[in-house]
């Protein structure tokens, strides 16, 4: 067996939708923008083993500030408006290894 992990990195998208009326993160479109993730990264062909899984999560407990994803192993939080804000996650972080500040929580 060997040590390296399977995968890079998990991008886990928080996609609860509570059922009290609370704000939740799949209320806020976070499966379009789980799937815009995930088309990206694979035409960037970082998909696939060793590389970066995108990944559907129940609640994260953090939905009062989302919709969030999660960046895995760094553990760095973010939130998110729409496809522009999924794109430079990508491009910024996943990508170019940088924080994206702006949209950090």
Known sequence: MSDAPYFERH????MNKREDGRNSCGDHGADKAQKHCKRRI????MSGA??????QAGCL???EEG????IYPEGTW???VDNSDIDDIIDTHLVGG???????I
Not at 67 to 70: D, E, G
Not at 98 to 104: N, P, Q
């Open 50 to 55: 060793g590389k970066i899984r995108i990944n």
């Open 11 to 14: 991008v886990f998208f928080c």
């Open 61 to 63: 407990d953090r939905c």
């Open 42 to 45: 694979k035409d960037l062909g």
């Open 78 to 80: 973010y939130t998110y």
């Open 98 to 104: 940088k924080v994206v500040e702006r949209l950090k």
């Open 67 to 70: 919709p969030v994803l999660v």
